[in-house]
């Protein structure tokens, strides 16, 4: 559970939120809308209830042909608090149906919560949460649930084990940063084994646990893995394997990042061993560079493939979050892979949202020259309301919108132009896109989108390319999302996210980029999606004009769009 989840224990979103709950209203209540709550800001395939806050994915499961998606979930209002499972099902991961409360905060173990948690199929085919439950003590401790009908195929109620709590916090083990069990895998032992999240001293670990019966856990003698790095508590763990390579991810307070290293699994002794370029917290990869946190992975057995969701939080105000009426999301489904090259995570949404595609417009063989900017025509990343409508009016029409997915290929075939590259960068891209802006004039780039762009640009959002070359005249590619002028509200969280995109840019000539538009949200995948950043943005000019789409190069040397494909999006079904 993210740390939002911690009543009491720093639920503050440093830079994001200061309040206090008693001075929020009902966010049912009537009252004067304003731009800065804009129904152009609720998105139209990106999973979220229909009210009220979520955060972290839960239990994420395919079971007897339905696709079931849990979530922390507040039944009463959109911000933080009387934390449940909220549970919704689809048949194609894109269109979704709510099906209720799955789990509610009833019991002397989970009276003040129930946490975030996972789902493992047992061997007779019964589905079971294991979630973290927070007692009236504040203690964190792990629950388990069973379907009350199987047969039902929306596994619309569960009943809670009379045997709970089945983890307790043992003498040593903080009992406060205990939470977030994993999906349970069974070794050759024939042992069912799971891990915990905690704290220890100012660094993380990973609590193992095995069992015969899924009720009775043993805790091992040692973590599955730790770290003395001052990371704070590991929250959402996260452990898998490709082709015997395995994976292990946390979620990170310290920065509100999903980190994860591939490495070795002694399943004799249970622990882990992080290959040498993993070792040390600095060098962990991120799953996504952006505003992506408390990722939950799944396998899908009908076809065969691992898929991720995460908790993509707001950049808004609280206050704006009450008068919504809703807040938080769920980034798109990602199948998640082992790149060739063994050494990082791919990740790809998944193929089935390519169904929401309709009008298409595609470009091949346009040069961008330096200083160049070519609006992409016949397509809209968005389409506002025209007319003189009353706010009911055009409140009835709040999804007369279209939404955008863009495929592009950028060629470069100049660079000896290319910026020297300074090692100490690598340790903080994000810095580094602060710096050199998309309007700030480079060698090789900076080259890419500016989405949700208004007419004069004064709003817009750029996710683009550069190209540094290092000491050993090899290059090192940097993305960046830098949503510093997304909007022209000042109070909002704009930051430019980066990371390096590992290609190899000499060989190939050429880097990909799609990026997925839905009105506040900004997600894009470099390098094939060796590299991905989320944002959240909330232009001013939703509400009253169109928002424009257009490809730029600020760099001192000419790039070429080899191919761009790009199609504005149905809506999904979720209700």
């Avoid at 239990?59 to 549970?87: D, K």
């Avoid at 790809?348 to 025509?377: C, F, M, N, Y």
């Avoid at 009253?544 to 600020?554: G, I, R, T, V, W």
Wanted: proline share 4%; charged share 20%; net charge negative.
């Amino acid at each position: 559970m993210a740390s939002s989840c911690l009543s009491g224990l720093g639920w503050i979103f440093g830079l994001f939120f200061s309040f206090s709950f008693v001075f929020f209203k009902n966010p049912d209540s009537p009252g004067k809308s304003s731009a800065n709550v804009s129904p152009e800001y609720r998105t139209a395939y990106h999973f979220q209830p229909a009210k009220y806050w979520i955060n972290d994915p839960n239990g994420p499961v395919y079971y007897n042909g339905v696709y079931h998606l849990f979530y922390q979930y507040n039944p009463y209002a959109a911000v933080w608090g009387n934390i449940s499972w909220g549970h919704s099902v689809s048949t194609d991961l894109v269109h979704w149906t709510g099906v209720g409360l799955a789990l509610s905060p009833t019991d002397p173990y989970d009276i003040d919560g129930c946490f975030s948690g996972s789902i493992t199929i047992l061997p007779d085919n019964t589905p079971v949460i294991i979630y973290t439950g927070i007692t009236s003590k504040g203690e964190q401790v792990q629950n388990i649930a069973y379907p009350k009908n199987v047969s039902d195929p929306y596994l619309r109620e569960w009943i809670k084990s009379d045997s709970n709590p089945v983890i307790e916090a043992a003498d040593g083990v903080n009992a406060s940063e205990f939470r977030d069990p994993t999906t349970a895998w069974r070794g050759r032992d024939g042992l069912w084994r799971i891990l915990i999240g905690n704290k220890v001293g100012l660094g993380g670990q990973a609590i193992l646990y095995r069992s015969s019966d899924f009720v009775h856990w043993v805790q091992a003698k040692e973590p599955l893995h730790s770290s003395a790095d001052r990371t704070g508590v590991w929250e959402c763990p996260d452990f898998y394997s490709y082709d015997g390579k395995y994976v292990l991810k946390v979620s990170l307070q310290v920065n509100w990042v999903d980190h994860y290293m591939l490495g070795g699994y002694d399943e004799e002794k249970d622990l882990f061993e992080p290959s040498e370029e993993f070792v040390g917290y600095r060098n962990w990869r991120r799953y996504d560079h952006g505003k992506s946190y408390a990722s939950k992975t799944f396998v899908d057995k009908l076809n065969g493939r691992r898929i991720s969701w995460a908790w993509l939080n707001e950049s808004d105000t609280v206050s704006d979050a009450v008068e919504k009426g809703w807040a938080g999301i769920q980034t798109t489904p990602r199948v998640v892979t082992l790149d060739s090259n063994g050494r990082q995570l791919v990740q790809w949404p998944v193929k089935e949202l390519e169904s929401l595609r309709k009008k298409r417009v595609q470009l091949h063989d346009a040069e961008l020259k330096t200083g160049g900017l070519l609006e992409i025509k016949g397509i809209r990343a968005s389409q506002a309301k025209h007319g003189l409508l009353i706010h009911a009016i055009a409140s009835f029409f709040i999804f007369w919108i279209t939404y955008a997915d863009v495929e592009v290929e950028f060629e470069v075939s100049d660079l000896d132009g290319a910026e020297h590259f300074d090692p100490t960068w690598l340790v903080d891209p994000q810095k580094l896109c602060t710096e050199k802006g998309a309007s700030v004039q480079g060698g090789v780039g900076p080259f890419g989108l500016l989405v949700l762009a208004s007419e004069d640009r004064e709003e817009q959002t750029a996710v683009y390319f550069r190209v540094f070359k290092d000491h050993n005249n090899t290059y090192k590619v940097l993305m960046c999302s830098d949503q510093t002028r997304s909007s022209l509200r000042t109070e909002l969280d704009k930051p430019a996210y980066g990371g390096f995109v590992d290609i190899d840019i000499k060989k190939d000539g050429k880097i990909s980029l799609r990026t997925l538009i839905d009105h506040s949200v900004v997600e894009s995948f470099g390098g094939g999606g060796r590299t991905c950043i989320t944002a959240r943005v909330y232009p001013t000019f939703l509400a009253k004009s169109d928002a424009h789409l257009y490809a730029f190069n600020n760099g001192s040397t000419s790039a070429k769009i080899s191919e761009l494909k790009a199609w504005t999006m149905a809506k999904a079904h979720i209700g």
